[in-house]
């Protein structure tokens, strides 16, 4: 290589790799949140897999914490006699069942935003990624739920308890479930935090987007335009079949 070539290749500005250790793996999902433009660009020449152990754990746990807070502000009639929902026997089939659900629409969220980032970047070329690879960067747009997870818990600690006139939660029949979301509208709408909590889905949804059109223009290495393009349409898609929590 001659002189020249040699003083062309070093004024080219070269991203270090993630160096390969386990604990820099690990805390992935929080340097995405610190910097997520050089992280995604770290991520892109090697896919790390290891960070989606502690941003799947902090799914869980975030979403576990959310649904918990959300139970301590239940309270019901049993017995002619205010009960918290917690000390209920149908507790904790609802908190399974709850944390279940969520945990599985989480992950159904992830699959459907992956393939459709990853199909409609394709029609645009760019760089070429395994479906593999794809999945494990993408998977790193799941820090959007925690953070809205958390703000969610947050939010009902924030909230006053409110004492449904049921003796059973989820209310059975649908004039009751009507009369539980009435009754909360009218407690909670009014409150800072709850529409604070409630306008919060509307950022996270956004960050999402933001999130996306990074990941897509680092991996494919296409222009800003085209990655915004390709993440606006597959959230809105994904949106269009799973809504947003």
């Known amino acids: ?85 917690l000390q209920t026997d149908n507790f904790a089939t609802w908190f399974a069942a709850s944390f279940s659900s969520s945990i599985l629409y989480t992950l159904m969220y992830w699959f459907m935003l992956t393939i459709g980032l990853v199909l409609i970047s394709k029609t645009l070329k760019g760089r070429e990624t395994s479906l593999r690879n794809s999945f494990v960067i993408f998977g790193y747009l799941l820090l959007v739920f925690v953070v809205l997870y958390a703000v969610r818990a947050l939010m009902y600690l ?46 996270s949804l956004a960050w999402l987007v933001i999130l996306g059109m990074i990941a897509v223009k680092t991996i494919r290495e296409i222009s800003w335009l085209k990655a915004s393009i390709v993440s606006v349409i597959a959230s809105l898609i994904t949106v269009f079949l799973l809504q947003f929590p």
């Not at 793996?25 to 896919?47: C, E, G, M, Y």
């Not at 604070?196 to 509307?202: D, E, I, N, Q, R």
């Open 1 to 85: 290589m001659s002189e020249k070539d040699t003083t062309l290749d070093s004024s080219v500005p070269q991203i270090p790799p993630i160096e390969s250790s386990t604990a820099k793996d690990l805390i992935l999902p929080f340097r995405i949140l610190v910097s997520p433009f050089r992280t995604f660009k770290q991520l892109a020449q090697r896919p790390a897999a290891k960070g989606l152990i502690t941003l799947l754990a902090l799914v869980f746990a975030i979403t576990a914490a959310a649904q918990y807070a959300s139970a301590t502000r239940i309270w019901l009639t049993i017995n002619t006699m205010p009960t918290s929902f």
């Open 158 to 203: 924030a909230l006053p308890s409110i004492q449904f006139q049921s003796d059973s939660w989820p209310p059975m029949s649908q004039a009751a479930v009507d009369d539980a979301l009435n009754l909360m509208a009218q407690s909670w709408g009014p409150l800072f935090a709850y529409q604070f909590g409630s306008y919060f889905t509307f950022v």
